[in-house]
């Protein structure tokens, strides 16, 4: 019958904008220290990821991302306390979910 399912999971307050392509690029500002490596690695245009990042921002209440311009040792970016603590619930509730799915697909489509 059937042997396989998707889900696809996002958190928010109004507009569903915080899912898992949002954690991808937040997780690779974390680990390149800048929005735009983190564009460039998900072949993604900065344009679409600003644009990303502030919906998510204004819907969430909170800034996920500080940056700073140029200067003496260059630019950079850093995810802010929240969105570290946003990143790791999210995993948190993304685990347990599809724990619970995958129990409820074997059950429901698996047992035969």
């Known amino acids: 019958?059937?042997?396989?399912?998707?889900?696809?999971?996002?958190?928010?307050?109004e507009d569903p904008y915080f899912g898992k392509g949002v954690v991808y690029l937040l997780e690779g500002v974390?680990?390149?220290?800048?929005?735009?490596?983190?564009?460039q690695a998900m072949k993604?245009?900065?344009s679409k990821a600003y644009k990303i990042l502030n919906r998510a921002e204004k819907d969430l209440g909170f800034?996920?991302?500080?940056s700073q311009t140029g200067g003496?040792?260059?630019?950079?970016s850093?995810?802010?306390?929240?969105?570290?603590?946003?990143?790791?619930?999210?995993h948190q509730f993304v685990d347990e979910?599809?724990?619970?799915?995958?129990?409820?697909f074997e059950r429901?489509?698996?047992?035969e």
């Open 1 to 13: 019958m059937v042997k396989k399912y998707d889900m696809k999971i996002r958190v928010f307050n």
């Open 30 to 39: 974390e680990k390149y220290g800048s929005v735009l490596q983190s564009t």
């Open 44 to 46: 993604m245009a900065p």
């Open 63 to 66: 800034k996920l991302v500080d």
């Open 72 to 76: 003496k040792n260059g630019g950079g």
């Open 78 to 90: 850093s995810l802010t306390a929240e969105a570290k603590e946003l990143i790791r619930r999210y």
């Open 97 to 104: 979910v599809n724990a619970y799915a995958n129990k409820a």
């Open 108 to 111: 429901c489509f698996l047992d």
